[in-house]
């Protein structure tokens, strides 16, 4: 099932979503959802996005809203750069093919994507490339690159005209945007020795008849034939998985055991 059309199944069963915080949504007909695609893992800290959006509002209070020169990149390379324990540059791309393809040139053995809170992720301070998604909602169609420093300031001179093709199709954001990543990523670094196994383990007892959990990722156990339905299903026990079969769903972080009582007292059984 496409994004939009699961979009749509949520509109005709509840109406609107009037409002979205942490990892609920709330909708026209009064119903709370819980929220287990969480945007693909971008709302993962919360659909609220915490001070990331004040920052973002700040921002366009002040008029930076222009194609100026507004700062340059060493505010968002530097929480990057933490983030991953190493020295980074950081480019930014509409497409998750293009910041692979990038990501492979500047270093074709040592290019991984990240998901936070992955136990059986590589150590990424020594991974050269890293492809990953903003921790923030709003930001469905962007993909930061993560190159180490040495990478790039390394490359021969022939390579480094090739490598201008790469940058020249990274996308320069909005200061605003940019603004309301690096905020993002900052609490991101803030909440990962906050969560752990301990936070998700507890809802296994409902979960993992359906997935295998790997931290707080969600892997459907659920034949692929058998997926949509099961989606639908959710949806009628008041939650939202991840359209997607091959995109993890998320543990809901800080939710209530009792949000999944509808899906325990009416398990899903495939038809035959």
């Not at 998604?133 to 021969?156: E, G, M, R």
């Amino acid at each position: 099932m496409n994004k939009n059309q699961y979009y749509q199944e949520i509109y005709n069963r509840f109406g609107c979503v009037t409002r979205a915080r942490n990892c609920f949504l709330y909708t026209k007909k009064g119903i709370r959802l819980t929220d287990l695609y969480q945007e693909n893992g971008r709302a993962i800290l919360g659909w609220d996005g915490k001070s990331a959006f004040t920052f973002i509002k700040n921002t366009i209070n002040r008029g930076q809203t222009g194609s100026f020169i507004c700062q340059d990149k060493s505010r968002a390379e530097k929480a990057v750069s933490e983030l991953f324990k190493s020295d980074r540059k950081v480019m930014y791309f509409y497409d998750q093919k293009d910041a692979l393809l990038a990501g492979t040139f500047f270093s074709a053995e040592s290019t991984s994507f990240y998901k936070p809170w992955l136990k059986e992720s590589p150590d990424f301070s020594q991974v050269d490339s890293i492809i990953f998604a903003p921790p923030l909602p709003w930001t469905d169609s962007i993909f930061i690159l993560a190159v180490k420093s040495d990478c790039i300031n390394q490359l021969s001179s022939e390579k480094k005209l090739f490598a201008e093709q790469f940058i020249n199709k990274s996308v320069k954001l909005p200061f605003a945007m940019e603004c309301g990543i690096t905020r993002a990523l900052y609490n991101l670094i803030a909440e990962l020795p906050l969560r752990e196994e301990k936070n998700w383990f507890l809802y296994d007892t409902v979960l993992t008849k359906y997935w295998t959990r790997k931290g707080p990722y969600l892997y459907p156990k659920i034949e692929q034939k058998d997926y949509d339905a099961f989606i639908l299903h959710c949806l009628d026990c008041e939650l939202t998985i991840s359209p997607d079969y091959n995109t993890p769903s998320i543990v809901p972080f800080g939710a209530d055991r009792g949000v999944f009582t509808k899906l325990k007292n009416n398990p899903f059984e495939p038809k035959i």
